[in-house]
């Protein structure tokens, strides 16, 4: 992430939530985890952690025969009205129009100030119109950022972003629309003001299903880590059941491994699936039978160029797509690649490239993904020497499936 090499440099944080030092072990013990209530300050240890066989993944990839079509586009190209663009999501509307939501700033850079906007698509994502600039209440913020649109129904928009203090804060906030996003209420906290911290949300990432919202983030569990590098960090999620009037927070996980910019999908009533960025070169994932109330961690031999994967479930099926960069190479996110699980996400099949690009220094990542009307709508980031565009991709689902 272009972001946390910032945050590496940038960050000494004194007041952060971490994992106690309760230790569970999962997978047949073959791996171990920490976890625990999420507390400011404590320390764990390093000889606390026990490593990950790294060698033996357990959901696995296979390539395709043949390449998928798509159709692309972009919808804010870098420099327009002297701005740069990313960290999209992409919902329906109840009339059928397309939302967008953005990042939008000088260079993308983490401390540099921006805000969001929102533009709207009436031929299925070909133009954008509308622009919107969402005014945001905090005071003394240094930008808005990694958005995520929920749309409740009847007119009922949810949008979730990250509003970035300082080096030791970042409040995750949300604004409610009833009419389709025309108008916002002002930011309502997520959590309470004794858990700020520097709580690190992905754009497109909020899910709603079930009647239950769920964010995941990431935190540093050691005050020096991040300032040091982007090792020692851990994940864990907000949860409400009410549309945001109370939230809870789950148990914290953490590893010998930096787990950063979790994704959660809802499978079916009890089942959930983690994804989670790590720096090994591969993905890692987590699985709950229960509702999250406990995770089953695996690995996998998906390539992950130490960037995050976005996964959406196909309608009410087992079907589940998933973008990502197919490399195990540093820090080079081209290119953006798309792959199909049947099976939950138990195993998965390498559909193709969205896009890729010659110059291996061009960042194609931080994908969100919507489905509507048989078609997959994909946005990502286009990005190289801080000039960045939001692009947008279109694939027919019977393609995938």
């Keep these: 992430m272009y972001r946390l090499k910032s945050i590496a440099i940038l960050c000494m944080i004194h007041s952060l939530f971490s994992c106690s030092k309760e230790e569970i072990n999962i997978i047949n013990d073959e791996i171990s985890f920490h976890y625990g209530l999420i507390q400011r300050n404590p320390i764990l240890l ?42 999209g999501d992409i919902i329906s509307l109840d009339n059928g129009q397309l939302m967008v939501v ?18 709207i698509s ?72 004794d858990e700020q911290g520097y709580q690190i949300i992905n754009n497109a990432r909020v899910v709603y299903e079930n009647n239950r919202i769920i964010i995941p983030v990431s935190i540093p569990h050691n005050n020096n880590a991040i300032y040091e590098s982007i090792e020692g960090l851990s994940v864990f999620y907000y949860y409400s059941d009410n549309l945001g009037i109370t939230w809870n927070k789950s148990k914290c996980y953490s590893s010998n491994l930096s787990l950063l910019e979790p994704g959660i999908t809802y499978l079916d009533e009890n089942e959930l699936l983690m994804n989670i960025r790590t720096n090994i070169g591969y993905t890692l994932f987590a699985r709950s039978y229960n509702n999250g109330n406990s995770w089953q961690f695996v690995t996998s031999d998906i390539k992950s160029t130490s960037s995050p994967q976005t996964i959406f479930k196909i309608n009410n099926s087992d079907n589940l797509i998933m973008l990502y960069n197919n490399s195990s190479k540093g820090g080079n996110r081209n290119s953006l690649s798309i792959a199909l699980s049947k099976n939950k996400g138990h195993s998965w099949l390498n559909l193709g490239i ?41 694939i027919k689902l019977s393609n995938t499936i």
């Design 46 to 87: 390093e000889n606390e952690f026990t490593k990950i066989d790294l060698y033996s993944p357990t959901i696995t990839m296979k390539d395709s025969i043949s390449n998928i079509a798509v159709i692309k586009n972009t919808i804010f190209e870098s420099g327009y009205m002297g701005f740069q663009y990313g960290y």
């Design 102 to 119: 953005c990042e939008r700033s000088k260079s993308l850079d983490d401390f540099d100030p921006g805000q969001l906007i929102i533009a």
């Design 122 to 193: 009436k031929d299925n994502g070909s133009t954008w119109s509308n622009i919107q600039e969402i005014k945001n209440e905090a005071l003394n913020f240094i930008n808005v950022t990694h958005p995520s649109l929920i749309n409740i129904g009847n007119g009922h928009i949810l949008l979730f972003f990250g509003v970035k203090f300082s080096v030791e804060r970042i409040d995750i906030r949300y604004k409610e629309s009833f009419d389709n996003g025309i108008t916002w209420s002002k930011d309502k906290l997520v959590g309470s003001n």
């Design 354 to 394: 969205i896009e890729e690009n010659s110059n291996k220094d061009y960042h194609l990542s931080y994908p969100g993904i919507y489905v509507k009307d048989e078609n997959i709508y994909i946005i990502y980031n286009g990005y190289y020497n801080k000039k960045s565009s939001l692009k947008i991709a279109k």
